[in-house]
Nanobody, 123 residues
Framework: QVRLVESGGGLVQAGGSLRLSCAAS????????MGWFRQAPGKEREFVAA????????RYLDSLKGRFTINRDNAKNTVYLQMNSLKPEDTAVYYC????????????????WGQGTQVTVSS
């Protein structure tokens, strides 16, 4: 059974930082490109970042470059999302996902999803 379990969300003031984790089981984690997405209330789920199976390539939503960093530890079957200088507009449920095929920034390209972790940024 495949499981992706996110953690690390919470309430933070604007300008603060959070580090999200996503622990995977039931898959050969080191062979999967992994992604982070987010969904704010009333909005579609949007791409945040992706990292290749070996960690050598990363991609980000353009507007998040410089504030968010994705990395992974294949020995721990975990992918991370470091979020700095958080803004109220970053408030959303954040999901990690395992890539299948297609475009890395499309939800349709990912086959396994976690349950999400809430991030709330207060002004």
């Amino acid at each position: 059974q495949v499981r992706l379990v996110e953690s690390g969300g919470g309430l933070v003031q604007a300008g603060g930082s959070l580090r999200l984790s996503c622990a995977a089981s039931g898959i050969t984690f080191s062979t999967y490109t992994m992604g982070w997405f987010r969904q704010a209330p009333g909005k579609e789920r949007e791409f945040v970042a992706a990292i290749s199976w070996g960690g050598g390539r990363t991609r980000y939503l353009d507007s998040l470059k410089g504030r968010f960093t994705i990395n992974r530890d294949n020995a721990k079957n975990t992918v991370y999302l470091q979020m700095n200088s958080l803004k109220p507009e970053d408030t959303a449920v954040y999901y990690c996902a395992a890539f299948a095929s297609g475009n890395y920034d499309s939800t349709k390209s990912y086959k396994y999803w976690g349950q999400g972790t809430q991030v709330t940024v207060s002004s």
